[in-house]
């Protein structure tokens, strides 16, 4: 989205979360807020911005499920 429909990587976020929830109609996902339910995915990298123009590898530091921690790279 970034990199071929010049999207920020705010938008692109927001696409992939939020607003995909609303698109489905979901009401509990897609936000981090309280009474969400927490599936969220934590990346090592310096900021946000970094992640949709450096793909091509595993970012990924830890998956949160549920509220539990699912997978840790480290």
Excluded: W
């Amino acid at each position: 989205a970034c990199t071929q429909m010049r999207m920020t990587p705010d938008e692109a976020i927001k696409g992939v979360t939020l607003n995909a929830a609303r698109a489905l109609n979901k009401k509990n996902v897609g936000n981090i807020a309280v009474g969400m339910q927490a599936d969220i995915v934590l990346f090592d990298v310096p900021g946000y911005r970094y992640i949709p123009y450096n793909f091509g590898q595993n970012h990924v530091a830890h998956v949160i499920k549920k509220g539990r921690i699912v997978h840790s790279a480290s």
